[in-house]
């Protein structure tokens, strides 16, 4: 039995993000020979579970997020070290600050998966641009395999430090759910994501403000104040409708399926798993333009750089469209599925 530690994540049960959503998944789908021991943030979970899901997990009184991920994925790692994992797998680069005396007090491998550059982000001060920067150095430097999450990510390890990364995505069935949807004959085009500025939400609401088309965009607006903002200029628009976070996968289901157009306006990151997890619908698909967008889609969605070439889009959209979803339908199927990713993974483990 090869025991791995996974670091860097809120923790299972999946609550927050792509990466919680990931280790759910590889826990779920894990091989007989795999024993999971996920690190997990007290301060999102009010009951605290020993096992889930044949994983064991271990509770840091510390949040995952912000600035306090540093700590937290430090002292998950000091942990860690007691804990003599075959394998540690470390999602984004937050603690990597601390991999280089890690590494000497641990005979475990160490497998990195560096995230979406998150240096680049524009919600970070240039401070902690410059650390994020620095401890993305360190993850590569000090990780026996790094793992990047899209091509061109890929690419960028490879001029910036010399090194081949595993490219490793995420899976998207998970989102497939089997139950009965009522059709609806009234049409929209649905967003998730996240409320913050590197995910073109503006452009998109601008865009539909002026346009007859229904949108229906999901996300955490109350989260900050540029979201609110957002949320009090555009719910005057009879066919803009703001819905708060929804985490039920069936009620996703629901959404996703009578959509008929998806709308997705991420420009940082790498592959990001609300993406991926929407193409598996068949649905088309309007993306912002990217490397990393364009990688995810094989170039079959449409792709839009700002408010007047999305309304140029959204007027266009018709019947033709349809097989622009089959085929993202087909990538999803051979590229994204979770049995997939998780052989790739485990791979690495060895």
Not at 70 to 94: E, T
Not at 314 to 330: A, H, P, T, V
């Amino acid at each position: 039995m090869k025991k791995v530690c996974v670091i860097g994540t809120v923790g299972i049960p999946a609550c927050y993000g792509g990466f919680e959503s990931l280790v759910e998944n590889l826990v779920d789908n894990s091989s007989d020979s795999i024993r999971y021991n996920v690190f997990c943030s007290s301060k999102s979970y009010s009951e605290k579970l020993g096992d889930y899901k044949g994983a064991k997990l271990h509770y840091i009184s510390l949040k995952a997020n912000g600035i306090q991920s540093v700590p937290y994925d430090i002292w998950s790692l000091i942990k860690c070290i007691k804990l003599r994992p075959d394998v540690v797998l470390i999602l984004g680069v937050s603690g990597c600050i601390f991999l280089p005396i890690f590494s000497k007090l641990s005979r475990c491998k160490i497998v990195t998966n560096i995230d979406g550059l998150e240096w680049k982000r524009d919600k970070w001060s240039k401070l902690a641009k410059r650390f994020l920067k620095f401890s993305e150095s360190l993850a590569v430097k000090y990780s026996d395999s790094v793992i990047t999450d899209n091509k061109a990510i890929g690419d960028y390890v490879l001029e910036e430090y010399g090194v081949s990364s595993a490219v490793i995505a995420y899976g998207g069935d998970h989102a497939l759910r089997d139950i009965e949807v009522n059709d609806s004959d009234r049409e929209y085009a649905l967003s998730i994501c996240r409320i913050e500025p590197e995910n073109n939400i503006e452009m998109i609401l601008k865009a539909f403000s002026k346009s007859r088309y229904d949108l229906k965009f999901v996300g955490n607006w109350d989260a900050n104040e540029y979201g609110k903002r957002l949320k009090q200029k555009y719910s005057k628009y009879k066919n803009i409708e703001i819905i708060d976070p929804i985490y039920n996968l069936d009620t996703l289901f629901s959404l996703r399926k009578r959509s008929s157009i998806y709308i997705h306006g991420h420009s940082a990151g790498g592959t990001n798993p609300s993406l991926v997890e929407m193409m598996h619908f068949g649905v088309p698909i309007i993306a912002y333009d990217c490397n990393f967008n364009r990688y995810t889609t094989h170039n079959y969605a449409k792709f839009f750089s700002d408010s007047e070439e999305l309304i140029e889009h959204i007027s266009m959209c018709n019947d033709s469209w349809k097989e622009f979803g089959r085929q993202l339908s087909y990538v999803a199927q051979q590229q994204y599925s979770w049995k997939r990713i998780n052989e790739q993974y485990e791979s690495l483990y060895s």
